[in-house]
């Protein structure tokens, strides 16, 4: 089974209604643990995303002023 492309837009949108859920009051504390676990692992795979870009982009910037 081919593993799915991590998409950063999808991951922001998802991250969004983790927090709107958390506002709201009604939430059990087992869906809060949950909701926390599931937004730290998408940070972590949004933080390394976002170095890779900054990475691609220092390294075309670089090889154009060489």
Same mark, same amino acid.
Request: contains cysteine.
């Given at each position: %089974? ?18 709107? $859920? %958390?506002? +709201?009051?009604?939430? @059990?504390? +087992? ?6 676990? $599931? ?7 949004? $933080? ?7 990475? +691609?982009?220092?390294?075309?910037? @670089?090889?154009? @002023?060489?």
């Amino acid at each position: %089974m081919k593993k799915e492309e991590f998409s950063y837009d999808k991951a922001m949108q998802e991250l969004e209604e983790i927090v709107a $859920r %958390m506002e +709201d009051s009604e939430n @059990s504390l +087992d869906n809060m643990v949950a909701d926390v676990k $599931r937004a730290s692992a998408l940070i972590v795979q949004c $933080r390394k995303k976002l170095q890779d870009v900054e990475t +691609d982009i220092n390294k075309a910037f @670089s090889e154009i @002023s060489e």
